[in-house]
């Protein structure tokens, strides 16, 4: 799943790059540098790999949410469609501009329902969230219709689906503008960092201009820049950069990878009629950083995760409707609207509304879900022993069950 696991000469290379001429940084410096400019190689490579017309590299895929949604033009009292399940970032980055998250249920696509959508805008919306959770993606059809119809802007947190595409786009360049991260865990890694993709060009120039305190790149030097809108740093460094740009030349075998083993696994859970696997709505593109699947109630998904833990082949499998941080089941702090700096009224509002709301209809699907995560370093044998080791505990945790009944 992570580019860690298959860290090389490759990478090593690039950060010496920047080590031997000592830059830093991705601005200024022309001479010293001798020709290197990590950010920009990989802003270009990142353009012409995922096929957008932009791209603004930042610190952090938190960074790149919010970036995207202060140059869309996202702010105060604006609400922000999004879904119950995803990672703290995406409320985090939509608190900060001074908007409103509007959680709403999932299905079994594991992300935005389009119908929770449809009952949640109200005069205020102004934007839909989708977030492409562990490597597969939301209908974006459903989605695009809804935002043509309303007038609303489409943001994808595409995070956690680098390489993922629909109906032959990759995700993150489909809505207004979409994000990555580059987090120590995500597909491809910088270690830390994100990036805003965007085929808008005034997106991409605020993007350009908010991550570097509103500077506006045109002056004759650093100094000389002129400031058209506030703004504020949220560059990444050259040596992120660095280890990005070999990572990025890497991302096919990742996910040729990714692909062999999703499909080993699969087939060795599909012989259990009691497993179901999440909805794909172009299964073509599925990133496959995850095989996520589901039993039929809670008690026999519960009762399966008691036996991994049994058996000590836990690890790598997500029960996340008991993980802290990516279900709203467990986000106290959000629903109680604990912040250090003190939110707008109308934020807390809507937090606290949020406290109150029930998300049956997502803790139905969330109750029965199983994550695997998908390790780039497994052979094709430690796959199969893998997938074995699972339907052995499946099984014998399934014929417990009924024996109990
Ligand atoms: C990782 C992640 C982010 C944020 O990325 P960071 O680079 O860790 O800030 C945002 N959304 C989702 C869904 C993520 O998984």
């Not at 974006?140 to 947190?157: G, P």
């Not at 009691?274 to 589901?294: H, L, M, N, Q, Y």
């Not at 008690?299 to 058996?311: D, G, H, I, M, W």
């Not at 807390?348 to 029930?358: F, I, P, Q, Y």
Request: aromatic share 8%.
């Amino acid at each position: 799943m992570p580019g860690f696991e298959l860290w090389s000469d490759a990478e090593r290379k690039e950060v010496n790059d920047v080590l031997e001429t000592g830059i830093l940084m991705r601005y200024g410096f022309d001479g010293a540098r001798k020709g290197m400019w990590k950010a920009k190689e990989l802003e270009a490579a990142l353009c012409s790999r995922f096929g957008s017309k932009y791209a603004q590299l930042l610190s952090s895929g938190t960074a790149a949410l919010t970036t995207a949604l202060a140059a869309l033009g996202v702010g105060a009292g604006d609400e922000v469609i999004m879904p119950a399940f995803t990672f703290v970032a995406s409320f985090e980055a939509v608190l900060s501009v001074g908007a409103i998250p509007v959680l709403v249920d999932i299905d079994e696509t594991l992300t935005l329902s389009p119908e929770a959508v449809r009952h949640a805008i109200t005069e205020r919306t102004k934007c839909i969230m989708p977030v492409h959770m562990c490597g597969s993606m939301a209908d974006l059809d459903a989605l695009q219709a809804i935002c043509k119809e309303h007038n609303l802007l489409l943001l994808e947190d595409a995070c956690q689906s680098i390489g993922g595409t629909y109906k032959g786009k990759s995700l993150g360049t489909i809505g207004d503008a979409g994000t990555f991260s580059f987090d120590f865990v995500k597909t491809m890694t910088c270690g830390e960092g994100g990036v805003v993709l965007t085929n808008n060009k005034e997106v991409y120039n605020n993007c350009d201009g908010y991550t570097d305190h509103g500077h506006d790149h045109k002056g004759v030097d650093r100094g000389a820049d002129l400031h058209p809108f506030l703004g504020y740093n949220y560059r990444i460094s050259e040596l992120h950069a660095a280890v990005g740009l070999a990572q990025v030349r890497r991302v096919d075998e990742f996910l040729a990878i990714q692909k062999r083993n999703h499909a080993a696994l699969k087939e060795i859970l599909s012989q259990v009629p009691e497993v179901s696997f999440r909805a794909v709505p172009d299964p073509e593109g599925d990133s496959c950083t995850f095989i996520s699947w589901f039993l039929p109630n809670e008690e026999l998904t519960r009762a399966v995760v008691n036996e991994f833990k049994a058996r000590g082949i836990l690890g790598g499998n997500f029960y996340w409707f008991d993980n802290n941080w990516h279900y709203i089941r467990k986000w106290d702090h959000l629903k109680s609207a604990t912040s250090l700096n003190r939110l707008h009224k109308d934020q807390v509002a809507a937090l606290e509304h949020l406290a109150l709301k029930d998300f049956s209809l997502s803790d139905a699907v969330m109750n029965r879900c199983i994550s695997t995560s998908i390790s780039l370093l497994w052979t094709e044998e430690q796959v199969k022993e893998k997938g074995i080791k699972m339907l052995e505990a499946l099984k014998d945790a399934l014929k417990k069950n009924l024996e109990k009944a």
